[in-house]
């Protein structure tokens, strides 16, 4: 009775975390973070979004806020940070980040993302890479074959593995990973600028450039290099592809990297990482935050050593290790990092002119423009009877015709 009372007392705190982290290396994440939490007794209680890959989960989080049932945190990804926050539905945590000096510490771009209105509202977990390539290393290494470094080596490279029997590049049909691949061909035919006047400005003009029209054409075409039959896939079960020898390269983001490891697949070693064709120069990210909600029930405190701890050295260095993503900090821990992530952080960490906010991860727009868009550039893939311009013209529609959220911040919660 004496050793559950202590246990009792030990965990008086607890917080319910709704997240999307679902596979093998996500839960290991997840455990470690756990882990770290119980040591500053607060238990956590896990809320995981059925779907995974993030979606829904906006969804599944407005549901529950609306029926008085809020998590106390959530994972809250881009622009929905700004947007929640503006509704005055995110507690701030302003205290451990004065003490902490995360104004300091945090990457520039990062800090804006988590202190959108003046105040601190989410804890930065990591930085994923989304316009990564992985490449089988055994197989390259096998039939002499050289990284692509432009989609016209590609082809060629593609070419060579189709008369070995190979197909060139794993892939899923499913919505987002289709448009995760569809925004490295953007970057890599207009650059940066033309890149944020389609997703982030929303230019009317961009739309009808000849840039999208040959980014979506050769989405299309790439269809041809795909590993057959091409189905709607999870991110692991396409990974597999790549590590079975089914195909030779994979583009995704560098959480996959994590999964690899995890199956023995040592980077460097089994596979190995360089940046999607013409994109060397550019870091297409993702951010995952942890947001505070401000739920009638309070749990500021044990929401602050949550935020304490995600963002203290050590697990930031451990953490980003495990779930395959770089530290959110001016000035990480190098040591654990392999070749994939010194560079991935080296160049996020070079400024804005690298880096680019994913459309498909939330980065880029807010949610409804982002789901309208997919939903456009999936049915674009899958059907080929669709034409090139109508896509552009719908395209053209979204980004002119939905709403823009309200950013105006009302009174906050304390």
């Not at 004065?98 to 990062?110: D, M, N, R």
């Not at 060629?156 to 899923?172: C, P």
Request: aromatic share 8%.
């Amino acid at each position: 009775m004496l050793m559950l009372l202590t246990s009792l007392t030990a965990h008086a705190e607890s917080l319910q975390v709704l997240h999307w982290w679902k596979s093998a290396s996500e839960r290991k994440a997840v455990e470690f973070l756990q882990e770290k939490l119980d040591y500053e007794s607060v238990s956590w209680r896990d809320a995981v979004v059925p779907s995974g890959s993030g979606v829904g989960a906006s969804i599944v989080l407005r549901s529950r806020i609306l029926a008085g049932n809020a998590p106390e945190v959530a994972q809250l990804n881009g622009v929905l940070i700004s947007e929640w926050d503006s509704l005055g539905l995110l507690l701030d945590v302003d205290t451990v980040a004065a003490a902490a000096k995360w104004e300091q510490s945090l990457l520039p771009t990062v800090l804006t993302l988590v202190q959108p209105h003046g105040h601190f509202v989410a804890a930065p977990l990591g930085i994923h890479r989304i316009n990564t390539l992985f490449y089988n290393r055994k197989l390259f290494k096998q039939h002499g074959l050289a990284v692509p470094q432009t989609w016209s080596e590609f082809e060629r490279l593609a070419l060579k593995l189709q008369s070995l029997g190979i197909a060139a590049l794993a892939q899923s049909s499913e919505p987002w990973q289709v448009v995760s691949l569809f925004e490295t061909l953007v970057l890599a035919e207009g650059g940066t600028e033309f890149y944020r006047d389609l997703f982030v400005l929303r230019k009317p003009g961009a739309f009808a450039d000849m840039r999208l029209t040959r980014a979506l054409q050769h989405l299309r075409d790439l269809k041809k290099w795909m590993a057959r039959p091409l189905q709607e896939r999870t991110w692991e079960e396409v990974s597999r592809q790549l590590v079975d020898g089914e195909a030779a390269m994979m583009v995704m983001g560098d959480w996959a990297k994590a999964e690899l490891n995890l199956w023995g697949q040592l980077g460097d070693d089994s596979f190995a990482c360089a940046a999607v064709p013409a994109t060397a120069n550019f870091h297409l990210y993702d951010i995952d935050t942890f947001a505070m909600l401000a739920t009638p029930k309070s749990a500021r405190t044990a929401q602050e050593k949550l935020a304490k701890v995600v963002m203290s050295n050590a697990v930031q260095a451990e953490y980003n290790q495990i779930k395959g993503s770089v530290p959110v900090l001016r000035n990480p821990d190098m040591t654990k990092m392999d070749s994939c992530a010194r560079a991935s952080w080296k160049l996020f960490a070079s400024g804005v002119a690298a880096q680019v906010p994913s459309l498909a991860h939330r980065m880029a727009t807010d949610e409804i423009t982002k789901d309208a868009m997919i939903a456009e550039i999936h049915q674009y893939f899958l059907d080929d009877k669709v034409s090139t311009i109508e896509t552009q013209r719908r395209l053209a529609t979204i980004a002119r015709t939905v709403t823009r959220p309200v950013t105006r911040p009302i009174a906050r919660k304390k």
